[in-house]
């Protein structure tokens, strides 16, 4: 029982770890930001997939998957998908116009 714990920590460490990794290339812009989501969050789906068919309580991993495809919909088929709704606060600190 101890190893599964741990097993899971590492996991949530991983994911989190990784998704700071993901905000930080969206917020620097980063043109590898678009497929480094498309990636994670195709992981993310199979991994809630796997859940939702084979685990015990189906309502908490259905409800992630559900928000984890909406997340790969929007980065895969979005106009700007590094552009969020909160692109127009973001001030580049050269851009002294936008002030």
């Keep these: 029982m101890q190893a599964a714990y741990v097993t899971e920590v590492a996991f949530d ?13 969206v917020l620097q ?12 969050l195709g992981l993310y789906c199979l ?6 068919l084979l685990g015990p309580e189906p309502l908490m991993p259905a409800l992630f998957l559900v928000t984890g495809v909406a997340w790969l919909l929007y980065w895969m088929f979005g106009r700007e998908p590094r552009a969020l709704a909160l692109s127009r606060f973001w001030i580049r600190p050269g851009n002294k116009d936008a002030l």
Excluded at 29 to 40: E, G, K, P, Q, S
């Design 47 to 52: 991994a809630r997939l796997s859940e939702v």
């Design 13 to 25: 460490a991983l994911e989190a770890g990784l998704t700071i990794l993901g905000l930080v290339l």
């Design 29 to 40: 812009r980063h043109r590898i930001a678009r497929w480094y989501w498309i990636v994670l």
